[in-house]
């Protein structure tokens, strides 16, 4: 079996500065590759950056910006000497009911979560297929939502956009393989962690009165979770660890839930 290893491997993590990027950034350095940290925090990116080592960076990027994604991959292509790892991990949520909803927010979500990942892929394959400025293949992770795969109250639009990070992956997959990029293209399911987004759902929801509190959402989620607890970030980052090694070679165009069971 091939070991669960990264080693010179070189990636680039968006909405790395904190959270669940944080956590792979973290992760796929720990298994030997190098790594771009790219994230509109400006602050606390460089800082999680520096943390990793030397030989990592970050470059400020806005995934909703087409010409952004083409200087951040470049500037990561120079940084790294290369590039064959992609995760499309920023992306934001803004709970509301339907009967509430408000035109700007839906837009918003949309932008970051659907337009980032899809400029997150185009940019990828321009990079790592054959004549591009890495040019090797390679791999590239997506970042859906357990929200992809159920109903919860709430989070209609945001499930939407991950909904649709689901289908883009498949059609990533198919093209890179017809086309002959080389690319590897998967999506995982995270459940609910108590990020600074998940713990914000909580409260959120509980304040548009679907709970009684953000704690007995929490309890709600857990209930429907065979594990019976919350996802945690390592749980999230060993699962984009292995989709990204070799261990994962011949897994493709999948969506892996990484939910404990809760999106059977
Ligand atoms: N936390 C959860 O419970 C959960 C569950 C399922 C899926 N997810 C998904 O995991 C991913 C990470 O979530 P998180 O919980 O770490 O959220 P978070 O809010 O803690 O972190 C998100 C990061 O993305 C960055 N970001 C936001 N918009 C950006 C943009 N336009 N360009 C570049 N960077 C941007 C932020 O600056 C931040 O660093 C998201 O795609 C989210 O939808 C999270």
Redesign the pocket.
């Known amino acids: 079996m091939a070991d669960v290893h990264l080693n010179g491997r070189k990636a680039l993590v ?9 956590g792979m950034a973290r992760a796929l350095a720990a298994a030997g590759a190098k790594v771009v940290v ?4 400006d602050d ?2 460089p800082k999680v950056a520096e943390s990793l080592g030397a030989e990592h960076g970050f470059v400020r ?4 910006d087409d010409a952004g994604w083409e200087t951040a991959v470049s500037r990561a292509v120079d940084l790294l000497g290369g590039l064959d790892i992609v995760v499309n ?5 803004i709970t509301s009911l339907l009967v509430d909803l408000d035109a700007a927010a839906v837009r918003k979500q949309l ?3 659907l337009l ?1 990942t899809a400029l997150g892929i185009k940019h990828a394959f321009r990079a790592m297929r054959p004549g591009g400025s890495a040019g090797g293949g390679g791999v590239v992770i997506n ?5 992809a795969t159920i109903a919860f109250p709430g989070i209609a639009v ?1 499930s939407a956009t ?1 909904s649709g990070v689901d289908r883009l992956t498949r059609v990533a997959a198919m093209e890179s393989g017809k086309l002959g990029y080389g690319v590897r293209v998967n999506c995982i ?10 713990a914000g ?1 909580a409260y959120d929801v509980a304040r548009l009165g679907l709970f009684e509190s953000p704690e007995e959402a929490v309890g709600a989620v857990i209930g429907l979770t065979p594990s019976g607890r919350l ?1 945690e970030v390592a749980d ?1 980052a060993a699962a984009v660890v292995f989709l990204a090694s070799d261990a994962a070679s011949f897994v493709n165009g999948v969506g892996l839930p990484v939910d404990g069971g809760m999106g059977m």
């Open positions: 968006t909405g790395g500065a904190q959270g669940l990027g944080e790219a994230d509109l925090q606390l990116g990027l806005d995934v909703t991990n920023a992306g934001i949520e932008e970051v979560n980032g970042v859906a939502s357990v929200a945001y991950k399911y995270p459940g609910l962690v108590p990020t600074a987004m998940g759902l996802g999230m």
